[in-house]
Every structure is written in C-alpha cells, then in structure tokens.
DNA sequence: CCGTAATACCTCGTAATCGATGTATTGTTC
DNA sequence: GAACAATACATCGATTACGAGGTATTACGG
C-alpha cells in the first residue's frame, strides 16, 4: 500500500521525500498514519530495487532535498501493480482506495475497468460479518445494536460502491 | 485487531485455536485474511501476557485441541480495550469494524455511547482525500473519474454511517 | 538570544505478520 | 486401499512496520 503510494505519486512528479510523506498523509493519513521511520526504509527499498533514483538538491528551507524520480523500470512497476492488483488491493479498503487514486496511470480503459470488475465481482459475493452456521445473519436478525451497525454501514458502503463501478464500467466500456 | 478479536471471541466462551480461527475468518476474512502463523503466535503472547489459559481435551475429530479461555484478566483486558480504543482503532474502518463487533461487551451504556462519539468527532471532521494546497477538494472538481469515485464511496459510506451513529447514542443516552 | 516550530533526513531495536513447511489423525471419495 | 480434504497445532526465516531517538538548518516570536 505504501509502496504504491509511493510509486502513483511520483509517477506524476519527482518529488522529495518529505514531500512525498505530506501527500501520502493527506491521502490515508487521517485514517492510517505513515511513520516516517517507515516511509524512509520504504524509499530506500524501492530505490535498491531499481524503480527509483536519487538526486540531491539543496534545501529551499533547510536541509538538502533528496529528489525522488521514478526510473522506467519504476513506472512499468506502477502500472504492473494497477493492471494485476493482489488479491488484498481488491478487498481491504484502505489498500483498494490507493489503488483508486492511482488508477487512471493505467492509461487503458479496459484494463482499467478489469480492475473494476475484480472489485464489482468481490462486492456482489454474498458475504456477511456474522454467521449462523453457514447461513450468512442479516442485521435484522441480530439483537445486538453494534453489530446490526456494522452490517447496516457495511450495507450501505456495499450499495454505494457498486453503483457507481457499474456506471464507471460501462462508460469505459464504450 | 486481530488480539481484540480473540479476547472478544473468548469474552463469550471458551474455544481452541482451530474454531477460533474460523471465527475471526469469518468476521474479517474475506477483507483481510488471518493467517495460521499470525494467529497461533498473537495466541501464544496473550497466554503468556496472563489474559488467557489453555486445557488440552482430546479432539473430536483429530489432534487433541487447545481450549482456551479468558482469565479475569483477560475479560479486564478487553473491557478495557474497549472502553479506551487506540485512535487507530477509531480511524482505520477494520479495526472500527472490530471493535463495533465486540462494544457489546462493553456493558456499559455511557461508555459505549463515549466510544460511538470518538468515531462521529472522527467522521464529522472535514476531511478529504485530495487537495489543493491546504483546500480539500471536492469530488465534482476532480477530472479523474477513479478519485472521483473514491470520494463519492467515502461520503456516501460516512453519511450512512453518520445517521446510525447519532440514532444510537441518542438511544444509548435514554 | 533563546526557545520553539518547521523543514529535511536518518538509524536502531522491537514487534508483528506472512508464506512455506512440518506433524499427526480421521473421514470421505474414487 | 490410496488419495485427498479437513481437523488441529506448530516453527522458522524474511519482510514490514513502528516508536523512540538523533542530526542539522532556517524562521519567528518574546
């Protein structure tokens, strides 16, 4: 996830890498905070891969930038992790989101809407939270109050979503 | 997460490894899978931590099982975890969605009502996903239909989740 | 001129997670 | 009767993440 992250936003624009932590921050930060000690390792991982190079350039305000640019092989790596998702990028939310927002560097309406499709596929699977056996329990089946929220949010995030990528399918079908 | 579900599980009775796994399978699996090697080792600290003991009985179907329970501690453990959530457990919709699984267990209307206005102050801070310079942008001002989309999903999943947070804590607060 | 905040980067130890793999038993299917 | 799935638990190494702490500079208010 943050590897992606990392990768969709420079594939726009070098950037340093406390530039970089800013946007991601404003990204999933509210609901999932990046540590620096984490991002930090994180570049360098990507940068030993090859998917990133390096160039230093003195600070505007302090101390010298390190501006980060996506090699060919970085920007291939993008659009390989967006056109093939794992499994988890399709099914938890917070990963699914970043995949989102990066999306449209696919550049390619069907492989765009493929990725749609693994996540409409996942979403219309009848699944439930809470279960009487095998039976999936509906919210109205159950007594207590918060987990009756949880599928009713559940439900209506569910309702929400697949409306719209049945739109967004189409039209990129045309 | 993965701890709060196994003390929240235990809360209610006791279970061994294997049925427990299903379990946690079953309320969060199909968005974020819990792997054996993640599980056994998160049971394991817990023991260790005193919140929960172990008696082996011979198994109903093969290998003798593990049956574990929550000491009075580990019903402590929970009932504090859930009255005092870490903000990522407020933020991050998984670990809310967990939490909201087990508040019942809570016992304790005030403080379940405490808990609920911890994640609408979350929900009702303005909060987008993209902006510009320190302006959040608003879905109808993106081009790209993918960011778009990603807003529409999140407004309409908070507003649902807005109504049923105020209905009851509103019932709680009677 | 001193403290604080912001910019900008980094390391270290610890903890958590995962995939792969291993062990042993019972029940079911070909 | 030989596979195979399901039950039931466990370890190990590699990866990933986090909190705490560190370094250095500029800008600004008191």
Redesign the pocket.
């Known amino acids: ?3 992606l992250a990392i990768l969709g936003f420079l594939y726009d624009a070098p950037l ?7 946007r991601i921050t404003a990204l999933t930060g509210h609901v ?7 991002l ?6 990507l940068e030993k891969a090859g998917l990133l190079g ?1 160039a230093t350039e003195p ?9 980060l640019t996506l090699t060919e092989e970085g920007r291939r790596e993008l659009r390989r992790r967006l056109a093939e998702p794992a499994q988890q990028d399709i099914t938890d939310e917070n990963r699914w989101f970043t995949v989102l927002a990066f999306l449209r560097h696919l550049d390619d309406a069907p492989a765009q809407a493929g990725v749609l499709r693994r996540r409409l596929a996942f979403l219309e699977e009848p699944a439930s939270f809470f279960y009487d056996g095998e039976r999936p329990l509906r919210a109205e089946e159950l007594d207590d109050p918060f987990r009756r929220g949880l599928l009713t949010i559940a439900r209506a995030t569910s309702r929400a979503e697949l409306a719209w990528l049945r739109e967004t399918i189409a039209s990129l079908d045309d």
Chains 1, 2 share one sequence.
Do not use: D, F, N, Q
């Open positions: 996830m943050l590897e340093h890498g406390y530039e970089l932590r800013k999932k905070p990046v540590a620096e000690s984490t930090y390792p994180a570049i360098k991982r390096r600070g505007a305000v302090a101390a010298p930038r390190h501006v």
